[in-house]
């Protein structure tokens, strides 16, 4: 494997753990904020980007 075929392995590897962890986190904030909705008694709001 010539270094150029390397590197593109490495960066294709680490841009779909960013994209992972991007989706992840915007998942969890979404958890959060629906859990702190429900222990204050508000109704969640309507979400259609779920």
Request: hydrophobic content about 50%.
């Amino acid at each position: 494997m010539d270094a150029f075929r390397l590197v593109l392995t490495v960066v294709v590897m680490v841009g779909v753990v960013v994209a992972i962890l991007l989706f992840e986190r915007r998942r969890a904030d979404r958890i959060a904020r629906d859990t702190r909705d429900m222990a204050r008694g508000t109704p969640p709001p309507d979400d259609d980007d779920v």
